[in-house]
Every structure is written in C-alpha cells, then in structure tokens.
C-alpha cells in the first residue's frame, strides 16, 4: 500500500464519497487517511453543502492500480498524485528529452520557496533544460486543463504540495474529453440534459462496475447510459417520451460504434411508474429524474408547492418500483427549490423512501445522505440520494 493524494473538485463531499463508493464495488483496499476539512466531513448531517472550497484533497492509502482508468472514470477527482517518501531518491522525470516542463502545485499555505530552489538545482545536476510552468488563475496550484496543455504528464512532471506531503502527480482529469464526447453526440437537448460529470457521480455512487447491468428510468437523451457504457457497464433505459427514447438509442448506438463498445442495450419507451413489469432484474440504477418544469428564474412559493405537489407521486410510485427491480444500490437526484427569500422548498423524501421499503446508504461513516450538488447557473438545487432495500 502506498498514499495518494487525490485533488478534489467543485462538491469535495460528493466527490470523497464516489470515490469510497468506485472502490468499495471493485473491492479494492483503500484507507482513507486524512482530508484537509477534516472537521468538516465528521459526522455532521448534511444537507446544505458545508464544503465551498473549490479545491480540497484527500490522502488515501491504496495498492498500485491503473490510475490513469480510474481518474477516467471518476468524475469528483481531478489529479491523483504519488506521495513522495525520499525526494532525493525519487525519479521526477522519466522521459528521454533534455527539455522539459514542471510545475508546483500547492494545496495549503506552506512555503514552497525552498521546494522551488531544490527543483531548479535538481534540474540543473541532471542537465535537464526545465521551464517552470504557472497556474493559468494565477493559483498555488495549476488546473487539470493547466497540466493537460503544458503536457506535464509527458513531457515533464507536477510536483503537488499538501499538508506539508510531497507527491508527484500520476494521473490527471482530461477536461477536453468531457468537451469532445458532448459536442460530438449525434442528438442534442441542451437544456435537458444532465452533464458527463453529474452522470458519471451518479453512476459510480449507484455501486455499479463493469459487466453490471445499469437502469436509467428517465434516460432522456442517454447521456448517464452512454457513460455507463464507455464504463463497461450493460445498460437499460425508459424513457416514456418516444422522442427521447429513439434519441437516446440512436446516442447510444453512435457511442458503442464509435468507441468500439461491446456494452449490451435496451431501450424502452414507457412508463418508469410502472417498470417491474418489464424490467425484471438490474444490479443498480442512476438517475436524474423528471424535475418538474424547467426554471429560469427562482420560483414563486405557490409554483414551488405546485411543483413538490406534481412530483411526490411520481417519485413514490417509481422508487416502489426500483425497489422490486433493483437488487444494489439506486443513486437518485431530486430536487429541492430556493424562493428568492432564501426558503428552501422540498418533498418530504424521507416519507417516500420509507414507504417505498428503502433506505439511504452508508458510504462513509462519517458523512450521511443527502449531499447537494451544486451546477453552476442552476436556478434549481439538486440533492443527491443513495438509496438500497432497508
Ligand atoms: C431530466 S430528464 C433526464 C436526463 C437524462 N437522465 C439524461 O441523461 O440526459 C427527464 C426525462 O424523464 C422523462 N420522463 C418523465 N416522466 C417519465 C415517466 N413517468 N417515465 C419515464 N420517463 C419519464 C422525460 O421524458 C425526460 O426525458
């Protein structure tokens, strides 16, 4: 076992409990050590987003794995890094070029001033041309898109500071990936559809890993699904509307050809309210739901009870349906409404998952569902279920 340092993004609390919950399905061995808002994620309940750093780090004790598939696959993370134990013994640079790049990122306050000076004499022994590359915001630390176009990984190396640890970054968080799946999909709903980022949280917080079978009950354009199968996941989705379910397919069908997926699929164009009928048997399932209509400015109070109003019967019925098909875990979205007064308006949830025979899951002892996600320009809050059979 070795400690790593993983660089969270926007939602640290999300992104630490996806990562529990990647790990946990592939039963592998990982400790978590420490996290740097450490008084933060103890034991609190949490419902209003405690975390608001963007940036926040984690050190986890793993095995050697494929870093670079996993920083793929999750979406909270965005730099893995080795921790250092010697760094006079350590090889910061493994290419075969004289000219290289570097960077130091810093996650604390600690001085890196005579970090710097170790460096540069460092490169000056090994005869190694080396750039210093800064953050593009004029951060301590550089972005993932920063290392990605400086080609740190290949043709250099970052150096991440956090609580005092030294580690050399191993894996990075490809932004342009996200950009080019999302522009290069045949059907698009823009103001519909859930981004890569919220899908793959979802997917990794439902527990489900390659081979399983991933349900989707409102799968509109396909994109959860469509992660779910670069993931290597089989997927099934309804969709009651037929204009989604055919785009959704056809989304589909484009991904398995183009990136050569052996993923099995099945779309339906139903009704999820009623979906133990023909769906029989999933391992898991994610989903955003239908949210009620779609808000561009804060709701009145009135609108927000009609709203709550229109989608607790919805939610009940489809949940008690999950629960007969889904043997896992279900990771689910709702919503919850911000009046311009700063009141929040929700659904009684905790009812509906009783009365649905579930209950939430614990990923971490010491942070509890829900979890908000916050999407930036989101007139609406989003809070993040996980739910299993109680
Ligand atoms: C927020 S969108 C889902 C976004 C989607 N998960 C994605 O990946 O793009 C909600 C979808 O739920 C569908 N829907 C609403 N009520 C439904 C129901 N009772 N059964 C199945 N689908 C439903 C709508 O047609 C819409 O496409």
């Not at 997926?261 to 989903?287: E, H, P, Y």
């Not at 007969?324 to 700063?342: E, W, Y």
Request: with cysteine.
């Amino acid at each position: 076992m070795q400690d790593y340092i993983f660089i969270l993004g926007r939602d640290p609390e999300l992104s630490l409990l996806e990562l529990a919950s990647y790990f946990r399905a592939r039963n592998m061995d990982f400790q978590i050590k420490e996290t740097r808002e450490k008084q933060h994620f103890s034991g609190h309940q949490n419902a209003g987003g405690v975390l608001s750093e963007s940036e926040t780090a984690v050190l986890i004790s793993l095995p050697e794995l494929d870093f670079a598939k996993i920083i793929k696959d999750l979406a909270g993370t965005v730099k893995i890094a080795r921790v250092i134990t010697n760094l006079d013994e350590e090889e910061l640079y493994t290419g075969v070029s004289n000219k290289i790049k570097y960077a130091i990122s810093s996650y604390d306050d600690s001085d890196i001033d005579e970090l710097k000076e170790y460096l540069k004499k460092r490169m000056r022994q090994e005869k190694l041309k080396a750039v210093l590359k800064r953050s593009s915001r004029e951060e301590a630390f550089l972005m993932p898109s920063d290392v990605v176009r400086h080609k740190l990984m290949g043709e250099g190396f970052e150096i991440v500071v956090y609580n005092n640890v030294i580690a050399k970054t191993v894996a990075v968080f490809n932004p342009y990936e996200y950009e080019k799946r999302d522009k290069e999909r045949p059907l698009q709903r823009p103001l519909h559809m859930i981004s890569i980022r919220l899908a793959k949280m979802l997917i990794n917080l439902s527990g489900a890993k390659e081979k399983d079978v991933l349900l989707d009950p409102f799968c509109g354009y396909g994109i959860l699904l469509q992660e779910a199968m670069l993931m290597g996941l089989d997927v099934i989705g309804i969709d009651k509307s037929r204009e989604c379910s055919d785009a959704s397919r056809k989304n589909l069908e484009f991904t398995a050809k183009k990136y050569m997926l052996q993923s099995r699929l099945k779309i339906f164009n139903d009704d999820s309210r009623r979906l133990s009928r023909f769906v029989i048997k999933v391992n898991a399932a994610a989903t955003e739901p239908y949210m009620g209509p779609l808000l561009n400015k804060l709701p009145t109070k009135e609108n927000a009870l009609l709203a709550v109003k229109e989608l607790s019967p919805l939610y009940e019925d489809v949940l008690k349906e999950l629960s007969k098909s889904v043997s896992g875990n279900i990771a689910i979205i709702i919503p919850r409404f911000r009046l311009h007064t700063g009141e929040r308006i929700k659904l009684n949830f905790e009812r509906i998952i009783k009365e649905a025979g579930l209950k939430p899951v614990s990923i971490v002892p010491f942070m509890q569902f829900p979890v908000i996600y916050t999407a930036p320009d989101s007139k609406m809050e989003r809070e993040v279920w996980v739910l299993a059979k109680a």
